[in-house]
């Protein structure tokens, strides 16, 4: 008899919404530079920078492109009538004080717009200006990150003690012979383990181990902390340029300490603000001059990431265009996002790589080389893919 296969291993489901839409919120305290970041980040002046808190109240949204050196190129190579980059959706959500998990400041509509997104932005302010004031009295980051932390996960364990509030008591008269009995039983003590994580061992539910089916439970409750954070410090432009700032090592280190494996971007509000009104030109001999460069393509690739993003292309003389898909998605329903009808009536896929195309130049050569692929149903798209779709 041949050997049993070894089974495959489970593909572990995300964390999140299942969606190619994602948003991704900036975050922080009053007067960190959030607005002014927003809309050097999306070119306007929605974000109505002003040194008040709660100077945004309603969120502001914006449609970021995502710089990618192969859209350029495959945009260069195709010279198309149309041109359509990856796009990340950015809001500007109100500052957040300490009580806002009680309802203080504006505390409550606060956490419903972060509910509302599926990633965050943390800016947190490491400059010191007696020109912007701050709304705890002085400046210190990592007490800003505690406040921001703390409220994100009270706020979080309120919800989780409602819901489990609410499943014991239908749970009392639950048997153990019907699956549905059972399933209600396997979701309460996932939400106990929730509850857990949270209060004992006072860990973010992204930082914890959960199963695929754990996973689902935490996914339905869309909690504060299950969102990827990005934390973005603040730094005047005399500290960004010369990369010296005496609160760095200390964010760096409470990060490792309390959600290790975040990323930190340093950056400047105040550098970027002058760079968004230069043109391309004066921007690139601008940041020769000051030896530094403008982080704002860095930041909105690491938003991107965060929230599990990837990109495939359809390229032709009509309109090269990057279509945004989450990782882990297959090829109908990669296809479905361009339009319903390439899902239902799904043929196959001509795929070829990205890096294939730069090597060999042209489709005709990748096709010679053997390295444009027929794929069926199965399979799992992959970032910088090149696809034509066939439906019947």
């Not at 990369?243 to 309390?258: V, Y």
Request: aromatic residues 8%.
């Amino acid at each position: 008899m041949p050997p049993k296969k070894a089974a495959a291993p489970e593909k572990k489901v995300l964390l999140g919404r299942p969606s190619n839409n994602l948003k991704i919120g900036i975050v922080g305290l009053p007067n960190v530079g959030k607005s002014s970041f927003f809309n050097a980040l999306s070119e306007t002046d929605l974000g109505k920078a002003a040194n008040f808190p709660y100077a945004t109240i309603n969120p502001e949204e914006a449609r970021i492109p995502v710089p990618d050196a192969r859209f350029e190129w495959l945009c260069e190579t195709y010279k198309p009538a149309s041109r359509v980059p990856a796009f990340l959706t950015c809001i500007d959500i109100a500052g957040l004080t300490a009580g806002a998990s009680t309802g203080a400041g504006l505390g409550n509509a606060f956490l419903s717009h972060v509910r509302a997104v599926d990633g965050i932005f943390q800016v947190v302010r490491a400059f010191d200006d007696a020109e912007v004031i701050h709304v705890e009295g002085d400046v210190d980051p990592l007490r800003d990150m505690d406040i921001i932390s703390t409220e994100l996960r009270l706020k979080d364990i309120e919800w989780v003690e409602k819901h489990l509030d609410g499943l014991k008591r239908t749970g009392r008269s639950l048997g153990s012979t019907s699956l549905a009995d059972k399933a209600k039983k396997e979701e309460i003590a996932t939400v106990e383990k929730i509850y857990k994580v949270l209060t004992v061992d006072n860990k973010d539910v992204r930082k914890a181990d959960w199963s695929n089916k754990e996973i689902e439970v935490v996914n339905g409750l869309t909690l504060l902390t299950a969102k990827p954070i990005t934390y973005l410090v603040n730094l005047s432009e005399r500290d960004f340029v010369r990369k010296k700032n005496k609160w760095l090592p200390k964010i760096k280190a409470w990060i490792d300490t309390n959600n290790p494996g975040d990323p930190l971007i340093p950056f400047s509000v105040a550098l970027e603000e002058r760079l968004v009104t230069m043109s391309a030109e004066e921007k690139k001999e601008e940041e020769a001059k000051i030896g530094a460069a403008g982080a704002l393509g860095k930041i909105t690739q690491a938003g991107y990431s965060s929230l599990d993003l990837i990109r495939y292309f359809t390229c032709g003389p009509d309109e090269v265009r990057a279509w945004t898909i989450r990782k882990g998605t297959k090829a109908p329903q990669a296809a479905g996002i361009i339009h319903s009808d390439f899902e239902n009536k799904f043929v196959c896929g001509e795929i070829m790589a990205y890096d294939d195309l730069k090597e060999h130049g042209s489709e005709a050569a990748v096709k010679a080389a053997g390295k444009l692929r027929q794929q069926g149903k199965p399979y799992e798209m992959l970032d910088g893919d090149i696809a034509y779709w066939k439906s019947g």
